[in-house]
């Protein structure tokens, strides 16, 4: 069996782009700092969304069943700390410039890419849940620096280009 804390550790070293997700509906407008999200499959536009079942914003994106990926860029890891910290849900979006797509949740300004989506499924394991999410409009923004989360702190991706030997 796996320590929690040799899981948590090893788990550190994986590193992940920064999101802040967010919701809006008749439960209300939520969001949260997040690096579980992955594409599932382009056909048709899928993503999941990984989020603690504990925490205070959960039932909101369940009772909403919609939600936004906003995926940040380097100069956003202030707004990071603000999702991932305890302010109250309005106080949240006092940082940052939002507008809304599709879905009506709320999509940052000036991220990477923010990706609009329908929450189709929920399945918990353990102590979270996977929301399966199908994209229904995404924002792209312009080329700039990324965000991740490596060794529990915030780097800015740089670009390495990477020469690939010739084919004969």
């Not at 709320?106 to 399945?123: G, R, Y």
Request: net charge negative.
């Amino acid at each position: 069996m796996v320590d929690v804390t040799d899981f948590r550790n090893a788990m550190s070293m994986l590193s992940a782009a920064v999101n802040v997700v967010t919701t809006d509906g008749p439960a209300g407008r939520h969001g949260f700092t997040a690096s579980a999200v992955c594409s599932v499959t382009d056909t048709p536009p899928t993503l999941l969304v990984c989020m603690n079942t504990a925490s205070r914003s959960y039932e909101y994106f369940v009772q909403n069943k919609v939600l936004a990926v906003n995926v940040l860029a380097d100069h956003h890891a202030e707004l990071s700390a603000v999702f991932a910290s305890k302010l109250e849900a309005q106080a949240r979006f006092e940082h940052g410039t939002w507008h809304t797509l599709m879905t009506q949740s709320p999509i940052l300004d000036n991220a990477l890419v923010s990706f609009d989506c329908q929450i189709e499924q929920i399945q918990e394991v353990g102590t979270h849940g996977i929301f399966i999410c199908r994209i229904e409009a995404i924002q792209q923004g312009k080329d700039q620096t990324g965000l991740v989360y490596f060794n529990r702190e915030y780097h800015a991706v740089n670009k390495i280009k990477v020469d690939t030997p010739s084919q004969p």
